[in-house]
C-alpha cells in the first residue's frame, strides 16, 4: 500500500524519534602487583547521543591530588559522577602505574566528562600506545571524535576495534551509526544488518537500522524492524514512536495513530508522539485508508524481518 503525496509531505525524518545504543554495565577488578583490568565504561543509552557532558554531569576540577591513591578510589567518584575528582585521582594514579592501560582509559573518560577533549584525547591515546588492542578504548576514542564530528578518526579507530572483536554488537552498532553520519547509508545498513545477525535479540541495532531504512524512503522494510523491536522492548516510547511512523509512511494510519499512543503511554511526556498523533489524526479525516488489522502491539501483524536476514 502505497501513502499519498499530500501524506508523504507531512511525514518529515524530523519527526522520527532516533534512538542509539543501548548502556553497559561497569565492573572492576584489582590484584596486588599486577595490572588493573575493568569494564567500567560510560553509560549510552541512546543510539543517537555520544558520551559527553549534560546539565548536570559538570563537576569542578579538583586540586592535584597528593599522596597514594587506588583505581577503586577514582572508579568510585566516576560513578558518583565527581569527574573532576576522579581525574584528579587518574592523574595521580598514572604517576604511580604509567604503564597500566585501565589507568589512562578512565582518566581519558574522566577528562571527557569534565569537558576537557584534549586532555581526553591523550589519554586515550597513550592508552594505545601501550595496548594497540584495547578494544575499550578504541570504542570510546571513536566516540569522542563522533561527537566532534571527526567521522573519519571515528571510523579508523572502530574499524581497528571491529578487527578485534569482529562479533561486539557495540563496535558493529557504533560503526553502523558513524556510516549513517557520513551518508553512507548502504554500509550502515549493511552494518546494521550484521549486528543483529550476531545477536537478533538486538533491538537497538534493530531500531536503528528502521531508522535509516525510513531515510532511504524504504519504510515497507523498516516496518517489521520496529514491530520486532517494540515486541520485545514495548516499554521504549521511542520504538513505539517510530513503529508509527513507519506505518504512517505505508498509509496505515489507523494502526499508526495505535503506536503513537501506546508511546504515551510508555511515556506521557513524549513531545514528538504528541505531534505524530496530532498529525496522523487530522490526515486520518483528509486522507483514504485501506482497513488494517491491529495486533496486541499496535501494529499491523507482519512477518519476520526479511531485512536482517
Known amino acids: 500500500m502505497k501513502p499519498t503525496t499530500r ?36 553509560n549510552t543509552a541512546d543510539l543517537s547521543n555520544p558520551v559527553g557532558l549534560g546539565e548536570d554531569d559538570i563537576a569542578a576540577v579538583a586540586t592535584k591530588v597528593e599522596g597514594p591513591v587506588t583505581f577503586a578510589d577514582g572508579e568510585a567518584a566516576f560513578q558518583a559522577k565527581e ?3 576522579a581525574t584528579a585521582i587518574f ?8 604503564k597500566n592501560v585501565w589507568g589512562h582509559y578512565m582518566r581519558g573518560l574522566s577528562a571527557w566528562k ?5 586532555k581526553a584525547e591523550q589519554a586515550f591515546q597513550t592508552a594505545l600506545d601501550i595496548d594497540p588492542s584495547h578494544v575499550k578504548t578504541l570504542l570510546n576514542y571513536g566516540r569522542l571524535f563522533i561527537e566532534q564530528k571527526q567521522y573519519g578518526e571515528a571510523i579508523d579507530r572502530l574499524t581497528r576495534a571491529e578487527a ?9 552498532r557504533l560503526l553502523a551509526r558513524t556510516y549513517r553520519a557520513q551518508g553512507r547509508t548502504d554500509e550502515a545498513i549493511a552494518t546494521y544488518r550484521r549486528a543483529i545477525e550476531v545477536n537478533e535479540l538486538d533491538v537497538w541495532s534493530m531500531n536503528n537500522l528502521g531508522l535509516v531504512l525510513l531515510e532511504a524512503n524504504k519504510p515497507d522494510e523498516a516496518l517489521p524492524l520496529f514491530e520486532k523491536a517494540v515486541e520485545r522492548r514495548s516499554d521504549v516510547a521511542a520504538f513505539q514512536n517510530n513503529l508509527g511512523m513507519a506505518l504512517e509512511h505505508t ?5 499508526a495513530a495505535t503506536a503513537y499512543m501506546s508511546a504515551l503511554t510508555a511515556d506521557p511526556g513524549y513531545a514528538k508522539a504528541k505531534q505524530n498523533l496530532a ?15 491491529i495486533g496486541a502491539n499496535g501494529a499491523e501483524p507482519q512477518a519476520d524481518a526479511p531485512a536482517v536476514k
Not at 592523574?91 to 604509567?98: A, G, K, L, T, V
Not at 569534565?114 to 584534549?118: E, K, L, R, S
Request: hydrophobic share 35%; charged share 25%; proline share 6%.
Open 7 to 42: 501524506a508523504t509531505t507531512v511525514l518529515l525524518v524530523a519527526t522520527i524519534a532516533a534512538v542509539g545504543c543501548s548502556k553497559q554495565g561497569a565492573t572492576s577488578q584489582e590484584k596486588t602487583g599486577a595490572p588493573i583490568a575493568t569494564q567500567t565504561s560510560v
Open 83 to 85: 569527574y573532576g575528582k
Open 91 to 98: 592523574d595521580r594514579y598514572i604517576e604511580q602505574r604509567p
Open 114 to 118: 569534565t569537558g576537557d577533549v584534549a
Open 164 to 172: 578485534i572483536e569482529p562479533e561486539s554488537v557495540q563496535v558493529l
Open 251 to 255: 498509509g496505515r494510519f489507523r494502526a
Open 279 to 293: 498529525r496522523v489524526e487530522k490526515v486520518r479525516k483528509t486522507e483514504p485508508e485501506e482497513p488494517v488489522l
